[in-house]
């Protein structure tokens, strides 16, 4: 089975912060996505990756960055944590290889910034 | 701007009864790809099942079947025999190719289980 692993499942930041959140998967793809989940929102795509140091902005890339230095490491860095950036963040990835391919998930981090 | 509309922000069905969840699109791609996640309480997103647009024959896993109407933009969900464990939210998603790989989502359904 696919895993995709983020490293935390919560954290708590300081207005200003910079934040950094990790995600890892062990399947080879080379697909790589960042979610934002608001109840009432539905998930909401921040930045996406195809490639090892390639990046796409999605709807709401305001206020983050990525990087993807390595093709099983995917990063989401806030550069300086807002409070209206409490949310759950979601990472994905998938195989580029067949247009029917799922987006296999990580369980999630809830960062809340007071 | 694509877009994916669930209009049942909650629904409630009784164990072993059927329901349905509703899911419209809107694209003017003739190739795209739909699928519908499951997120239980421990926030992991499963998924439940896909359907390719160019296909005419409605897919099916197990008590999750699809009901996908091309021309109308629809793609229902149904669960038979409904059971405590697809207690969720459930989010339809669409992919067509000119948006990469990324998925599309809806803001979900949250389905409640009574016994």
């Known amino acids: 089975d696919v895993k995709v692993t983020q490293s935390s499942r919560y954290l708590v930041k300081r207005t200003g912060e910079k934040v950094f959140l990790e995600c890892v998967q062990d399947?080879?793809?080379?697909?790589m996505f960042w979610y934002r989940q608001d109840p009432g929102l539905g998930l909401r795509l921040i930045y996406f990756?195809?490639?090892?140091?390639?990046?796409e902005k999605g709807d709401i890339p305001e206020g983050y960055s990525v990087s993807r230095e390595k093709k099983e490491r995917f990063s989401l860095i806030l550069e300086s944590a807002s409070t209206n950036q409490t949310s759950m963040y979601l990472c994905?990835?998938?195989?580029?290889?067949?247009?029917?391919?799922?987006?296999?998930f990580g369980n999630g981090t809830r960062l809340t910034v007071t | 701007a694509q877009t994916v509309t669930q209009s049942q922000p909650e629904m409630s069905v009784q164990e072993a009864e059927t329901v349905t969840l509703s899911c419209t699109y809107d694209?003017?791609?003739?190739?795209?790809?739909l699928f519908w996640y499951k997120q239980p309480p421990s926030r992991q997103m499963i998924l439940v099942i896909r359907?390719?647009?160019?296909?005419?024959q409605n897919a099916t896993e197990n008590r999750f079947s699809v009901n996908f109407q091309k021309a109308a933009k629809s793609f229902s969900l149904k669960i038979s025999d409904s059971q405590l464990g697809d207690a969720a939210m459930y989010f339809c998603?669409?992919?067509?190719?000119?948006?990469?790989?990324?998925?599309?989502f809806g803001k979900g359904t949250s389905l409640l289980v009574t016994p």
């Open positions: 990756s195809y490639d090892v140091k390639m990046k």
């Open positions: 359907q390719e647009a160019y296909k005419q």
């Open positions: 694209t003017s791609e003739s190739d795209y790809y």
């Open positions: 399947m080879d793809h080379e697909n």
């Open positions: 998603a669409y992919r067509t190719p000119n948006s990469g790989y990324a998925l599309n």
């Open positions: 994905a990835s998938s195989y580029v290889g067949q247009k029917n391919s799922p987006l296999h």
